[in-house]
């Protein structure tokens, strides 16, 4: 395998040429615009940048965004991608655990990056893409980059009130997207449509699957994602065969009737992950899509992408439960239980996750990273990383792997993995509450906030949407008098779960 992500793009730069790359609602870029533009990228950044340092990155779902993430490799750097519609509060937390020397932003975005706490070097990214190339400085910009060098980082919830950057690896990168294509089998006439925004995890297939294959990504208007019928429509337009969402965008389309006035002609292939799907939803895309492969996935940002695959070969009914499936190449499951042993076929074990396409670990934070990345305790003979994932799981007498669950209060929510307990501490914050508690009703995907405090629901709410992501504010948010206690002091968290609706 290739040291880096480099060798794929230079080499589909030779391949593919003219051919369209990346593609919006009015711009597109061709696999040798794509590796020209980061070769200017890359010239400029070796001005400000050593190689290994972070970039942060500021830029929005445009055919530019990943031509100026491969312009910071070319740099020998590694970019951390940031969501323009965040709150200020939450970027500046992830400007301040990322330490960036500088930052790109497109024009778009300008006015946003200029209210952030960020004093390095900003860069605007159309004033930088026709910068003069310098081979020679680029070639000694990665003179020294390694597969185990870092790509990106990916910031995702912290229960410590502080989120946390995975950082990623070219060769774990490379691992997955290779173990992705041996299953869904791209090739250059392919075209995948984007659902995702480019600075989220799941984006990273729409992203690197074409400089691997020669496909062609069309990043879909976000809006349409409300509009079945004119998402189909714009999907039937650029031909889309294969998408790789979320659990949350395959739902949307059946949830709002979209099948009654179309369906996507051209698709061949729906991976989809993030969370359990509902089977209701599924039901509908496959009696509407009967010669279109269905492949559930199952795998947390430290794995990089996702570790396990299940390719539904039989119609669903409304009761059905989908397995997560058996591992991607290059990714070894384990199952490990309170004694760090084996279970027993069909026993419940918590998943770890073993191999080449594991995450470095979190960025800044060794302790936090120590306690999940950890030498696998079934080998005392050489050093084996593992990282344990907080969820349950267990196999069946097929080797199927089956997902249980969480053990902790970790939850996944609208594709995103979130700590309660982070949610409570940005509510302690608020004046006028004065005990809370987080839970998450699975069944209708609410999150719920209980307090007890003078604060109202409307003030705890315009808090949270002035401070944190969309999809970590409580949609209910309950005032109690006093909020219920165990014998020991504890919160009666099981008694709060009563109370949902």
């Excluded at 997560?324 to 074990?349: A, C, D, R, V």
């Amino acid at each position: 395998m290739e040291k880096s992500i480099l060798a794929w793009l230079d080499r589909a730069e030779e391949t593919y040429q003219e051919k369209i790359a990346y593609q919006d609602e009015t711009s597109e870029v061709s696999f040798r615009d794509a590796a020209k533009i980061s070769r200017a990228v890359g010239t400029c950044l070796t001005e400000y940048t050593n190689p290994q340092e972070a970039v942060a990155v500021l830029t929005g779902r445009s055919v530019m965004t990943p031509p100026c993430f491969f312009g910071v490799v070319r740099a020998g750097c590694f970019y951390a991608p940031m969501d323009a519609t965040m709150p200020d509060t939450r970027l500046n937390q992830i400007l301040s655990v990322i330490d960036a020397k500088v930052m790109i932003v497109d024009r778009e975005n300008l006015e946003k990056a200029n209210s952030l706490s960020f004093s390095g070097k900003m860069l605007i990214l159309e004033e930088i893409i026709d910068t003069p190339v310098d081979e020679e400085v680029l070639q000694k910009a990665v003179f020294n980059l390694t597969g185990k060098a870092p790509l990106y980082a990916i910031f995702t919830s912290g229960s410590t009130g502080v989120p946390k950057g995975v950082i990623t690896s070219h060769e774990s990168l490379m691992c997955y997207i290779d173990g992705l294509q041996e299953v869904i089998s791209l090739n250059e006439t392919d075209v995948l449509g984007n659902q995702s925004p480019l600075d989220y995890i799941a984006a990273i297939r729409d992203i690197y699957l074409p400089i691997l294959t020669g496909a062609r990504t069309v990043i879909l208007p976000k809006s349409e994602f409300a509009q079945p019928k004119l998402l189909f429509d714009t999907m039937n337009q650029h031909g889309v065969t294969v998408i790789c969402w979320s659990t949350a965008g395959i739902e949307l389309p059946a949830r709002l009737d979209g099948f009654s006035e179309g369906k996507p002609e051209h698709l061949r292939c729906v991976v989809f992950s993030g969370s359990v799907i509902s089977s209701v939803c599924l039901k509908e895309w496959q009696e509407h899509m009967p010669d279109t492969v269905f492949i559930n996935q199952y795998g947390p940002t430290e794995a990089t992408g996702s570790c396990t695959y299940y390719t539904i070969h039989d119609k669903v009914t409304e009761d059905t439960v989908l397995p997560i499936g058996i591992p991607y190449k290059h990714y070894q499951i384990l199952l490990l239980n309170e004694e760090n042993k084996t279970p027993e076929t069909g026993e419940t074990g918590e998943i770890c996750v073993a191999g080449p396409a594991l995450a470095l670990g979190y960025f800044g934070a060794p302790e936090i990273t120590a306690k999940s990345f950890i030498q696998n305790p079934l080998n005392k003979n050489y050093p084996e990383t593992i990282y344990r994932t907080g969820d349950l799981g267990k196999y069946d007498e097929d080797g199927i792997l089956w997902f249980l669950g969480r053990k902790d209060r970790q939850i996944k929510h609208m594709g995103h993995r979130i700590e309660l307990d982070e949610i409570e501490m940005t509510a302690q914050k608020i004046d006028g509450i004065k005990e809370c508690s987080a839970l998450y009703q699975k069944k209708k995907s609410l999150l719920y906030l209980f307090y007890s405090g003078e604060a109202t629901p409307k003030e705890i709410s315009l808090y949270f949407r002035a401070n944190m992501p969309a999809f970590m504010v409580p949609r209910k948010v309950i005032n109690m008098d006093e909020l219920p206690h165990l014998p020991n002091g504890k919160l009666d968290r099981k008694s709060l779960e009563k109370q949902f609706k």
